[in-house]
């Protein structure tokens, strides 16, 4: 049969097909679909088949359309060629220029919200981020936050991820601490219709960090550019927070020059370690004499 063919549209993203759907009004000419090779020797190449008992008219302009994704990146013009084979061959000539691909995806993030659990020094800290795209991003994309620069977790390629959506990630991140940066590989599309929401959990640093700004962007067939997600994080700019969950005291004696066996119970709210010092003020009007080694007893 008679065949239309037209080449030189390179550098999309659609894949090989065999029969790829055309439209518009007169793709019945063709059997309403083409073939459709994306690269190689052929370079970006539309082949269209006349259908039986059909005819391309010399006095009517004929229309069809296929859907095809552009690049993720810029590209220049491309002019295709237009040819046709069979019982009336046409030589090649040039078309209209296609497939420049010179804007900027227009995906955006509609939602992106950072929080914490812990302002304090050296604590760990769960961190939890809220984010919906514009656009779904499906698998095989990824999408990085940066700028978590503070804290003591060493780089892993597999960090923890939680959430009600980890696994759309498969669970884990590849965190880099130099730059504060978690990389998450979609594994299952992340959709425009809701929120996701991941949690990591970083350790804080040891000394009064600067509140971060964390970024949110996404990299792969339609990259959406960073953008400062809504809360500051790792800030830990004062003295921590710690508290003490339990502090009891109690005595075994009231009577006057009688020995009395003090008894404190303690449970702080931070974990305490070895050379930190506990203190306990307050205990004037004793007959006990200055001692850098009084005895102490414990109850566990």
Do not use: C
């Not at 237009?82 to 090649?92: D, E, L, Q, W």
């Not at 880099?176 to 809701?194: E, I, K, N, R, Y």
């Not at 040891?206 to 970024?215: A, D, K, V």
């Not at 075994?252 to 009395?260: D, K």
Request: aromatic share 4%.
């Amino acid at each position: 049969g008679v065949k239309v063919t037209i080449k030189g549209l390179a550098g999309t993203q659609t894949p090989d097909n065999s029969t790829i759907a055309i439209s518009n009004v007169n793709s019945d000419l063709f059997g309403h679909q083409g073939a459709w090779v994306q690269g190689g020797e052929h370079n970006g190449t539309l082949v269209l088949t006349v259908a039986a008992a059909q005819t391309i008219s010399t006095t009517t302009v004929t229309t069809v359309q296929i859907a095809v994704r552009n690049h993720g990146w810029g590209q220049s013009l491309r002019i295709p060629k237009i040819s046709a084979s069979g019982s009336s061959p046409i030589v090649a000539a040039n078309m209209g220029g296609v497939l420049a691909a010179t804007a900027s995806p227009s995906a955006t993030w509609t939602t992106k919200i950072s929080s914490e659990t812990s302002s304090m020094w050296n604590a760990l800290n769960t961190l939890t981020f809220t984010f919906r795209p514009s656009v779904d991003i499906a698998a095989g994309a990824g999408i990085s936050i940066k700028g978590l620069i503070g804290s003591k977790t060493a780089d892993n390629s597999g960090l923890v991820v939680a959430g009600t959506s980890s696994g759309l990630f498969g669970s884990t991140g590849g965190w880099t601490q130099s730059t504060g940066t978690l990389a998450l590989s979609v594994g299952s599309t992340v959709t425009s219709s809701s929120d996701s929401v991941i949690t990591i959990v970083l350790t804080n640093g040891q000394s009064p960090g600067t509140l971060r700004s964390p970024e949110i962007y996404a990299s792969g067939a339609v990259p959406i550019a960073p953008a400062a997600m809504s809360r500051t994080v790792l800030g830990y700019n004062g003295a921590p927070f710690a508290t003490w969950g339990t502090k009891t005291s109690a005595e075994s004696s009231v009577v006057r020059g009688a020995f009395n066996t003090l008894t404190f119970t303690i449970k702080p709210l931070l974990a305490l370690s070895t050379s930190d010092t506990v203190t306990i003020t307050g205990l004037t009007g004793t007959g006990t004499a200055d001692s850098t080694a009084l005895p102490i007893t414990q109850a566990i």
